[in-house]
Protein backbone atom coordinates (compact mmCIF):
# COMPACT_ATOMS: atom_id res chain seq x y z
CA UNK A 1 0.00 0.00 0.00
CA UNK A 2 2.96 2.39 -0.37
CA UNK A 3 2.72 5.34 -2.90
CA UNK A 4 5.14 6.22 -5.55
CA UNK A 5 5.94 9.86 -4.94
CA UNK A 6 6.42 11.86 -1.57
CA UNK A 7 3.51 14.53 -1.48
CA UNK A 8 5.50 18.05 -1.34
CA UNK A 9 2.46 19.59 -1.40
CA UNK A 10 1.10 18.46 1.34
CA UNK A 11 2.89 19.30 4.84
CA UNK A 12 1.05 16.38 7.02
CA UNK A 13 2.00 13.99 4.64
CA UNK A 14 5.58 15.37 4.16
CA UNK A 15 6.62 15.75 7.90
CA UNK A 16 5.13 12.52 8.81
CA UNK A 17 7.56 10.47 6.22
CA UNK A 18 10.20 13.20 7.41
CA UNK A 19 10.01 11.59 10.92
CA UNK A 20 9.24 8.44 9.93
CA UNK A 21 13.13 8.57 8.57
CA UNK A 22 13.84 10.24 11.81
CA UNK A 23 12.96 7.30 13.82
CA UNK A 24 14.42 5.08 12.16
CA UNK A 25 17.92 6.55 12.39
CA UNK A 26 17.21 7.09 16.12
CA UNK A 27 18.38 4.04 16.97
CA UNK A 28 22.27 5.40 16.06
CA UNK A 29 22.41 8.15 18.86
CA UNK A 30 24.72 7.66 21.78
CA UNK A 31 22.06 10.14 24.28
CA UNK A 32 18.69 8.24 22.86
CA UNK A 33 18.64 5.45 25.62
CA UNK A 34 19.32 8.57 28.43
CA UNK A 35 16.38 11.44 26.69
CA UNK A 36 12.96 11.49 28.07
CA UNK A 37 9.96 13.68 28.43
CA UNK A 38 10.77 14.53 32.01
CA UNK A 39 12.88 16.30 34.07
CA UNK A 40 13.89 12.54 35.71
CA UNK A 41 15.64 12.00 32.51
CA UNK A 42 19.78 12.50 32.24
CA UNK A 43 18.44 14.64 28.80
CA UNK A 44 15.31 16.27 29.57
CA UNK A 45 13.55 16.72 26.06
CA UNK A 46 10.61 19.63 25.64
CA UNK A 47 8.39 19.79 22.25
CA UNK A 48 6.77 22.77 21.56
CA UNK A 49 5.42 22.70 17.98
CA UNK A 50 4.12 26.41 18.24
CA UNK A 51 7.82 27.39 18.55
CA UNK A 52 9.61 29.51 15.95
CA UNK A 53 12.73 31.41 15.44
CA UNK A 54 13.57 33.39 18.80
CA UNK A 55 10.16 31.56 20.76
CA UNK A 56 11.04 30.55 24.18
CA UNK A 57 10.47 26.54 25.48
CA UNK A 58 10.43 26.56 29.50
CA UNK A 59 11.08 23.66 31.46
CA UNK A 60 9.43 22.90 34.63
CA UNK A 61 10.72 21.75 37.90
CA UNK A 62 9.48 21.16 41.37
CA UNK A 63 11.33 21.29 44.40
CA UNK A 64 11.38 18.98 47.73
CA UNK A 65 10.42 20.67 51.02
CA UNK A 66 12.66 21.24 54.07
CA UNK A 67 10.72 22.52 56.98
CA UNK A 68 11.21 21.57 60.88
CA UNK A 69 8.44 19.61 62.46
CA UNK A 70 6.26 20.95 65.18
CA UNK A 71 6.81 19.71 68.71
CA UNK A 72 3.55 18.82 70.79
CA UNK A 73 0.28 21.25 71.00
CA UNK A 74 2.39 23.97 69.77
CA UNK A 75 0.45 25.77 66.47
CA UNK A 76 1.51 23.99 63.56
CA UNK A 77 -0.87 25.93 60.63
CA UNK A 78 0.52 28.97 59.59
CA UNK A 79 4.01 27.39 59.65
CA UNK A 80 3.78 25.69 56.38
CA UNK A 81 6.49 25.87 54.10
CA UNK A 82 6.02 27.35 50.60
CA UNK A 83 6.13 24.44 48.21
CA UNK A 84 9.18 25.26 45.95
CA UNK A 85 9.10 25.67 42.11
CA UNK A 86 11.77 25.97 39.79
CA UNK A 87 12.25 26.79 36.08
CA UNK A 88 14.55 27.33 33.05
CA UNK A 89 14.08 27.91 29.36
CA UNK A 90 15.57 27.86 26.10
CA UNK A 91 14.66 29.59 23.26
CA UNK A 92 14.90 28.09 19.88
CA UNK A 93 16.26 28.83 16.81
CA UNK A 94 15.76 27.71 12.89
CA UNK A 95 18.66 25.16 11.42
CA UNK A 96 18.45 23.48 7.88
CA UNK A 97 21.04 20.92 6.88
CA UNK A 98 20.90 20.97 3.25
CA UNK A 99 22.25 18.15 0.28
CA UNK A 100 22.79 18.26 -2.99
CA UNK A 101 20.66 15.79 -5.06
CA UNK A 102 23.03 16.36 -8.25
CA UNK A 103 21.76 16.09 -11.82
CA UNK A 104 18.26 14.35 -12.31
CA UNK A 105 19.17 13.39 -15.75
CA UNK A 106 22.11 10.93 -14.07
CA UNK A 107 19.10 8.67 -11.86
CA UNK A 108 15.46 9.20 -13.41
CA UNK A 109 13.89 9.60 -16.40
CA UNK A 110 13.35 13.42 -18.05
CA UNK A 111 11.14 15.31 -16.00
CA UNK A 112 10.14 12.45 -13.46
CA UNK A 113 11.89 13.19 -9.52
CA UNK A 114 11.46 9.39 -8.38
CA UNK A 115 10.57 8.46 -4.74
CA UNK A 116 14.58 6.79 -4.53
CA UNK A 117 16.47 10.59 -4.95
CA UNK A 118 14.08 11.75 -2.12
CA UNK A 119 14.68 8.53 -0.20
CA UNK A 120 17.86 8.37 -0.58
CA UNK A 121 18.01 12.33 0.58
CA UNK A 122 15.92 11.32 3.83
CA UNK A 123 18.42 8.59 4.78
CA UNK A 124 21.27 11.08 4.48
CA UNK A 125 19.40 13.72 6.20
CA UNK A 126 18.02 11.87 9.11
CA UNK A 127 21.64 10.36 9.58
CA UNK A 128 23.33 13.39 9.64
CA UNK A 129 20.85 15.19 11.91
CA UNK A 130 21.44 12.65 14.59
CA UNK A 131 24.52 13.42 14.74
CA UNK A 132 24.07 16.82 14.60
CA UNK A 133 21.91 16.49 17.51
CA UNK A 134 23.97 14.04 19.16
CA UNK A 135 26.74 16.74 19.13
CA UNK A 136 24.76 19.60 20.51
CA UNK A 137 24.07 17.59 23.86
CA UNK A 138 28.01 17.11 23.95
CA UNK A 139 28.82 20.52 23.60
CA UNK A 140 26.08 22.01 25.65
CA UNK A 141 27.44 20.16 28.72
CA UNK A 142 31.48 20.26 28.17
CA UNK A 143 30.68 23.59 27.49
CA UNK A 144 31.66 24.66 24.09
CA UNK A 145 28.56 26.11 23.29
CA UNK A 146 27.69 27.30 26.33
CA UNK A 147 30.86 28.53 28.92
CA UNK A 148 32.56 27.26 31.53
CA UNK A 149 30.86 24.79 33.72
CA UNK A 150 30.53 25.73 37.45
CA UNK A 151 31.57 22.70 38.88
CA UNK A 152 34.43 19.99 38.00
CA UNK A 153 36.76 17.84 39.20
CA UNK A 154 40.22 17.22 38.11
CA UNK A 155 42.21 13.77 37.97
CA UNK A 156 45.04 13.71 40.67
CA UNK A 157 47.56 13.26 37.97
CA UNK A 158 48.07 14.62 34.46
CA UNK A 159 47.66 11.51 32.34
CA UNK A 160 46.20 9.38 34.80
CA UNK A 161 42.48 8.46 35.94
CA UNK A 162 42.44 5.56 38.49
CA UNK A 163 40.37 4.03 41.12
CA UNK A 164 41.24 6.13 43.49
CA UNK A 165 39.72 8.91 41.29
CA UNK A 166 36.40 7.03 41.30
CA UNK A 167 36.40 6.48 44.79
CA UNK A 168 37.09 10.61 45.12
CA UNK A 169 34.40 11.22 42.60
CA UNK A 170 31.68 9.51 44.29
CA UNK A 171 32.62 11.05 47.66
CA UNK A 172 32.03 14.62 46.24
CA UNK A 173 29.11 13.76 44.45
CA UNK A 174 27.49 12.70 47.93
CA UNK A 175 29.29 15.55 50.31
CA UNK A 176 28.28 17.79 47.60
CA UNK A 177 31.96 19.65 48.11
CA UNK A 178 35.60 19.14 47.38
CA UNK A 179 35.12 20.14 44.11
CA UNK A 180 38.49 21.41 41.70
CA UNK A 181 35.94 24.44 40.70
CA UNK A 182 33.10 25.63 42.43
CA UNK A 183 31.28 25.66 45.91
CA UNK A 184 29.68 23.08 47.99
CA UNK A 185 26.35 22.42 46.50
CA UNK A 186 23.02 19.84 46.42
CA UNK A 187 24.32 16.56 45.08
CA UNK A 188 23.22 15.33 41.74
CA UNK A 189 20.06 13.54 41.60
CA UNK A 190 20.93 10.06 40.48
CA UNK A 191 18.79 8.76 37.76
CA UNK A 192 17.64 4.99 37.68
CA UNK A 193 18.15 2.15 35.24
CA UNK A 194 15.46 -0.16 34.32
CA UNK A 195 15.97 -2.63 37.44
CA UNK A 196 15.12 0.85 39.78
CA UNK A 197 18.79 1.48 40.89
CA UNK A 198 19.96 4.51 41.23
CA UNK A 199 22.92 5.90 39.93
CA UNK A 200 25.09 8.83 38.21
CA UNK A 201 26.80 8.12 34.79
CA UNK A 202 30.61 9.21 34.01
CA UNK A 203 31.14 9.06 30.79
CA UNK A 204 34.89 9.01 29.44
CA UNK A 205 36.47 9.61 26.35
CA UNK A 206 39.21 7.23 25.04
CA UNK A 207 42.14 8.87 26.99
CA UNK A 208 40.44 8.71 30.25
CA UNK A 209 39.00 4.97 29.36
CA UNK A 210 42.09 3.81 28.46
CA UNK A 211 44.35 4.69 31.70
CA UNK A 212 41.26 4.06 33.91
CA UNK A 213 41.81 0.00 32.33
CA UNK A 214 45.42 0.43 32.95
CA UNK A 215 45.17 0.97 36.51
CA UNK A 216 45.54 -2.10 38.39
CA UNK A 217 43.53 -1.14 41.24
CA UNK A 218 40.55 -0.76 38.82
CA UNK A 219 41.75 -4.34 37.24
CA UNK A 220 41.47 -6.15 39.85
CA UNK A 221 38.42 -4.64 42.22
CA UNK A 222 35.87 -3.21 39.23
CA UNK A 223 36.09 -4.76 35.72
CA UNK A 224 34.37 -7.68 36.41
CA UNK A 225 31.29 -6.09 37.61
CA UNK A 226 28.79 -6.09 34.78
CA UNK A 227 25.55 -4.12 35.46
CA UNK A 228 24.27 -5.03 31.83
CA UNK A 229 21.73 -7.56 32.33
CA UNK A 230 18.37 -7.64 30.08
CA UNK A 231 16.97 -4.98 31.75
CA UNK A 232 19.85 -2.60 30.87
CA UNK A 233 20.40 -3.30 27.14
CA UNK A 234 20.47 -0.21 25.93
CA UNK A 235 22.95 0.81 28.02
CA UNK A 236 26.09 0.52 25.60
CA UNK A 237 30.37 0.84 26.06
CA UNK A 238 29.85 -0.01 29.97
CA UNK A 239 33.33 -0.32 31.49
CA UNK A 240 32.09 -1.05 34.79
CA UNK A 241 30.37 0.04 37.85
CA UNK A 242 31.51 1.25 41.26
CA UNK A 243 28.65 1.93 43.94
CA UNK A 244 26.43 4.70 42.42
CA UNK A 245 28.65 5.02 39.31
CA UNK A 246 28.27 3.72 35.99
CA UNK A 247 31.50 4.28 33.77
CA UNK A 248 30.67 4.40 30.38
CA UNK A 249 33.12 5.41 27.28
CA UNK A 250 31.82 7.97 24.78
CA UNK A 251 32.78 8.87 21.01
CA UNK A 252 35.39 10.78 19.98
CA UNK A 253 35.08 13.76 18.21
CA UNK A 254 35.74 13.97 14.31
CA UNK A 255 34.82 17.16 12.41
CA UNK A 256 35.57 20.70 11.97
CA UNK A 257 34.51 23.48 14.25
CA UNK A 258 35.56 27.13 13.12
CA UNK A 259 36.52 29.56 15.13
CA UNK A 260 38.35 29.68 18.52
CA UNK A 261 36.85 28.97 21.81
CA UNK A 262 33.17 28.92 22.84
CA UNK A 263 31.12 28.32 19.07
CA UNK A 264 27.75 28.35 17.91
CA UNK A 265 25.45 25.09 16.86
CA UNK A 266 25.77 26.43 13.08
CA UNK A 267 29.49 26.60 13.40
CA UNK A 268 30.54 22.17 13.36
CA UNK A 269 31.00 20.11 10.38
CA UNK A 270 30.06 16.52 12.69
CA UNK A 271 31.54 13.22 10.94
CA UNK A 272 31.33 11.47 14.51
CA UNK A 273 29.45 13.01 17.08
CA UNK A 274 31.98 12.59 20.61
CA UNK A 275 33.60 14.08 23.56
CA UNK A 276 35.83 16.83 22.47
CA UNK A 277 39.08 18.01 24.27
CA UNK A 278 40.36 21.12 25.28
CA UNK A 279 43.43 23.33 25.45
CA UNK A 280 45.01 25.42 27.96
CA UNK A 281 43.76 28.41 25.46
CA UNK A 282 40.30 27.36 25.68
CA UNK A 283 40.24 25.94 22.13
CA UNK A 284 38.40 22.73 21.35
CA UNK A 285 38.99 19.89 19.06
CA UNK A 286 38.07 20.03 15.75
CA UNK A 287 38.96 23.75 15.57
CA UNK A 288 42.02 25.21 13.57
CA UNK A 289 44.25 26.45 16.87
CA UNK A 290 43.86 23.32 19.14
CA UNK A 291 46.42 22.21 20.21
CA UNK A 292 47.21 18.28 21.18
CA UNK A 293 50.40 19.56 23.32
CA UNK A 294 48.71 21.19 25.80
CA UNK A 295 45.23 19.09 25.37
CA UNK A 296 42.88 18.30 27.93
CA UNK A 297 40.24 15.53 28.50
CA UNK A 298 36.36 16.45 29.65
CA UNK A 299 34.37 13.62 30.91
CA UNK A 300 31.04 13.84 32.15
CA UNK A 301 29.24 13.10 35.01
CA UNK A 302 25.52 13.05 35.12
CA UNK A 303 22.89 13.09 36.86
CA UNK A 304 18.57 13.91 36.33
CA UNK A 305 18.23 16.88 33.84
CA UNK A 306 21.19 17.37 32.99
CA UNK A 307 20.95 18.92 29.94
CA UNK A 308 17.68 20.67 28.32
CA UNK A 309 16.76 19.92 24.83
CA UNK A 310 14.19 21.87 23.03
CA UNK A 311 12.53 21.27 19.41
CA UNK A 312 10.27 23.84 18.77
CA UNK A 313 8.32 22.86 14.84
CA UNK A 314 8.35 19.78 13.68
CA UNK A 315 11.21 19.12 11.72
CA UNK A 316 10.31 19.29 7.89
CA UNK A 317 11.57 18.23 4.60
CA UNK A 318 11.98 20.90 1.94
CA UNK A 319 13.19 20.33 -1.79
CA UNK A 320 14.21 23.00 -4.06
CA UNK A 321 15.05 22.82 -8.21
CA UNK A 322 18.00 25.16 -9.70
CA UNK A 323 16.95 28.02 -11.55
CA UNK A 324 18.33 26.32 -14.34
CA UNK A 325 15.56 24.53 -15.98
CA UNK A 326 15.61 22.67 -12.26
CA UNK A 327 18.45 20.63 -13.82
CA UNK A 328 20.04 19.98 -10.33
CA UNK A 329 18.14 19.96 -6.87
CA UNK A 330 18.62 20.11 -3.07
CA UNK A 331 17.38 19.05 -0.73
CA UNK A 332 17.10 19.86 3.60
CA UNK A 333 15.69 18.81 6.67
CA UNK A 334 14.65 21.94 8.84
CA UNK A 335 13.95 22.00 12.39
CA UNK A 336 14.22 24.26 15.44
CA UNK A 337 16.15 23.26 18.28
CA UNK A 338 18.92 24.59 21.15
CA UNK A 339 20.17 22.68 23.96
CA UNK A 340 21.31 24.19 27.53
CA UNK A 341 22.87 22.73 30.69
CA UNK A 342 20.14 22.98 33.12
CA UNK A 343 20.55 26.17 35.43
CA UNK A 344 17.64 26.44 37.32
CA UNK A 345 15.55 29.97 38.47
CA UNK A 346 13.72 29.88 41.86
CA UNK A 347 10.31 30.83 40.93
CA UNK A 348 8.15 29.91 44.85
CA UNK A 349 9.41 29.19 48.00
CA UNK A 350 13.05 29.64 49.93
CA UNK A 351 16.35 28.77 48.68
CA UNK A 352 17.96 25.73 50.43
CA UNK A 353 20.15 26.87 53.12
CA UNK A 354 23.07 24.44 52.03
CA UNK A 355 21.86 22.20 48.75
CA UNK A 356 22.44 24.35 46.23
CA UNK A 357 20.44 24.11 43.23
CA UNK A 358 20.06 27.20 41.58
CA UNK A 359 22.39 29.79 39.62
CA UNK A 360 24.77 26.28 38.81
CA UNK A 361 24.83 23.43 36.37
CA UNK A 362 21.96 21.66 38.19
CA UNK A 363 22.93 17.79 36.77
CA UNK A 364 26.03 17.91 35.26
CA UNK A 365 29.78 17.84 36.70
CA UNK A 366 32.55 17.98 34.58
CA UNK A 367 35.29 15.56 35.20
CA UNK A 368 38.94 16.92 33.30
CA UNK A 369 42.64 14.98 33.28
CA UNK A 370 45.25 16.78 31.60
CA UNK A 371 47.24 14.88 29.29
CA UNK A 372 50.87 13.71 30.73
Known amino acids: MGTATVALGSDLERKKWLREGLVQRASTSFWGPYTGMSSNSVIYQVNNESAGDGHTVVFDYSGKISGKAVKGKDTAYGKGEIKRKFSDKITVDRYRIPVDNGDKFDGVDIGDLSINEHSDSRSKLADLFIRWKDQMIFDAL ?22 DDLLKIEKVLKTGKGYTTGSRRAPLEPFQLDNGTSVWLVVLDSAMASALKGDTKYQNLVVQGDIRGNNNRVISGVIGRLGNLIIVEGPDFFGYTEGSGTFGLDDSEVEIAGLRQYDDAGNWSGQDNFSDTTANSRGLILGQGACQMAFGKMPDYKFQESSDFGITSQSAVEFWTNAKRTNLK ?10 KTTGIDFGVVCLDMKHA
Do not use: C, M, N
Open 346 to 355: LEGGQVYKQA
Open 142 to 163: QGGISGAPSHTIDTATAGTFTY
